[in-house]
T-cell receptor
């Protein structure tokens, strides 16, 4: 099945720094979802985006639905140790009904 | 919040055993999904269901079957477990077949087949 491109694959940052990551595709999406997954756990939904250009925040997290509808961005401000985990995106294709496609994830490490 | 509950966090089974993974959601969602997650391969869709007694194959259905006898419950069955089915299995649900949906996951079942 199709997958999204997600970058970076991994990142090491200092506590307090801001983080940016993105997902891209050659296809147009109706919906973008951002998840965080801790080791051995299921993904937890962080932010849902439904409209091109939409900017949505959830605490220190901000995500944007790209204008072209082919990409999305997630920013984390003032990172803290509990931000450690894998962040991945999911997109619902324009004409793919209910099914979602997923990015491979960005592994975030926060150094104290 | 939606709760998707998977019956086991960890399972160890032997090759050839029949394995049942159970998933229950408590928000009257129509759609339920089974994924497996492997390092380097990401999330792959095994089966999904839009309604009771309905099932559709995903991208990797071989070696698996599913059952949805009640709306809230979706079971994944490994008829004869093999070592290449060792993986993290994730159940998910969403409200209906709309185009602006959210997908909610359970905590996962880490299955080891020896």
């Amino acid at each position: 099945g199709q997958q999204l491109n997600q970058s970076p694959q991994s990142m090491f940052i200092q506590e307090g720094e801001d983080v940016s990551m993105n997902c891209t595709s050659s296809s147009i999406f109706n919906t973008w979802l951002w998840y965080k997954q801790d080791p051995g756990e299921g993904p937890v939904l962080l932010i849902a985006l439904y409209k091109a250009g939409e900017l949505t925040s959830n605490g220190r997290l901000t995500a944007q639905f790209g204008i072209t509808r082919k990409d999305s961005f997630l920013n984390i401000s003032a990172s803290i140790p509990s931000d450690v985990g894998i962040y991945f995106c999911a997109g619902q294709l324009h004409n793919y009904g209910q099914n979602f496609v997923f990015g491979p994830g960005t592994r975030l490490s926060v150094l104290p | 919040d939606v709760k998707v509950t998977q019956s086991s966090r960890y399972l160890v089974k032997r090759t050839g055993e029949k394995v049942f993974l159970e998933c229950v959601q408590d928000m009257d969602h129509e759609n339920m999904f089974w994924y497996r997650q492997d390092p380097g391969l990401g999330l792959r869709l095994i089966y999904f269901s839009y309604d009771v007694k309905m099932k559709e194959k995903g991208d990797i259905p071989e070696g698996y079957s599913v059952s949805r006898e009640k709306k809230e419950r979706f079971s994944l069955i490994l008829e004869s477990a093999s070592t290449n089915q060792t993986s993290m299995y994730l159940c998910a649900s969403s409200l209906n077949r709309g185009v602006y949906e959210k997908l909610f996951f359970g905590s996962g079942t880490q299955l080891s087949v020896l």
